[in-house]
């Protein structure tokens, strides 16, 4: 049986490219990037070279680049690093009702130790409410945090004009961006849209799990979640994992000169999966209309997500019922968009990437067809 894989926003496939790299960084340049000798500065050499390689992607200095393992550290080390260092100049903490679960449990967690945490809510696109976040900063706030891109929806925030929002409210606030499912799928330059911190992922962009990035922009202090080292100038201690930041540097190196042909790959994609989606009339889809193209969210009306997900495995796709990390619990995503709960428990998240062709698509809605003619009448409550 084939495989039809459109779950790419939980992960993707490593490109043989980044596992080349990884694999020549465990075998052949394996020193310490700490070590003082020979080899260990090869290997030191081969960090910084990938460095310079994230920061020209983001059009930064390699200087404000941190490796982390993965977003969800570095989306830890800011929400709980920024509000350490800036806990003298107030105590508020906002964040979007819709963040990944990384910012929004951290920020729950903040709460519980005694920080003022405000959850900003979102239109039924999923877009943050402009008017409600301004209303919600003061004098007090020290640290607003909203995502580049939904995970779950796709829905693209208007970053920059919250940027320009927060810094002019607020100018000792620090404006943080989690642009994991934003990076290498759309231009995201930390300094033109007024990002004072940003996060980024690997395995997003056919890197390997256990990576990521942290940018910090001159000036912003945070302090460390982690002790014990002097990597990174202390802020992010423990010896660099070499062969992951090398296939993330070669990961994004593969994507980044040819972003623009495979954004319009994406779109076409994108396209035909809706002109198809919409032929079947118990399919409902919840993503805006102007969300990014690499992610589709959907209702099956009449069978639960998890029911029909493994029904598509069968059949040879893959997809998810939202976020990955959430294990299949509600999305408060969807009901932070207001949607009803027939249309959250019957969700699920297609999402693309560079490989995907239509021919995984025909498969996905044939999966659906035949999902939707054998599992409602399964589900349906006897008379």
Do not use: W
């Amino acid at each position: 049986m084939n495989i039809h894989y459109l779950d790419n926003s939980a992960t993707t496939q490593v490109c043989r490219e980044a596992a080349d790299a990884a694999y020549r960084m465990m075998r052949e340049n394996y020193g310490n990037p700490s070590s003082l000798h020979k080899i260990g500065l090869n290997a030191e050499t081969a960090v910084e070279e990938a460095r310079q390689v994230i920061a020209d992607s983001l059009g930064a200095d390699k200087k404000n680049i941190y490796f982390t393992s993965g977003g969800t550290e570095a989306n830890n080390t800011v929400l709980f690093g920024a509000a350490q260092a800036l806990k003298r100049r107030g105590d508020r903490v906002i964040v979007s009702a819709i963040e990944h679960s990384s910012v929004y449990e951290s920020a729950k967690r903040l709460a519980e130790l005694g920080y003022d945490v405000q959850f900003a809510p979102v239109t039924e696109q999923g877009v943050v409410d402009i008017d409600a976040l301004k209303a919600l900063l003061t004098e007090k706030t020290i640290l607003v945090s909203i995502m580049t891109v939904n995970n779950e929806t796709g829905s693209i925030q208007p970053i920059e004009r919250i940027a320009k929002l927060v810094h002019k409210n607020c100018p000792e606030a620090l404006f943080h961006t989690d642009a994991v499912q934003a990076y290498g799928k759309m231009p995201v330059k930390p300094k033109k849209l007024g990002a004072d911190l940003m996060t980024i992922s690997a395995h997003k962009i056919h890197g390997a799990k256990g990576c990521g990035a942290l940018y910090i922009r001159d000036g912003a202090r945070i302090l460390p979640l982690l002790y014990g080292g002097e990597q990174q100038k202390k802020l992010r201690p423990g010896t660099e994992s070499a062969p992951l930041i090398a296939a993330f540097a070669t990961a994004a190196a593969a994507v980044f000169p040819d972003l623009s042909h495979h954004t319009e790959h994406i779109k076409e994609l994108n396209r035909y999966a809706l002109d198809q989606l919409q032929t079947i009339d118990d399919i409902s889809v919840n993503s805006p209309t102007d969300a990014l193209p690499y992610i589709i969210n959907i209702s099956v009306a009449g069978i639960r997500s998890e029911t029909m997900l493994h029904h598509l495995e069968e059949n040879g796709v893959y997809v998810s019922s939202s976020s990955a990390c959430a294990k299949g619990k509600r999305s408060y995503v969807l009901e932070a968009m207001g949607l009803p709960d027939d249309r959250i428990d019957s969700s699920l998240r297609i999402s693309f990437s560079r490989y995907n062709t239509t021919e995984d698509i025909d498969a996905l809605i044939e999966g659906l067809k035949s999902g939707i003619a054998t599992l409602q009448k399964k589900q349906k409550p006897s008379p």
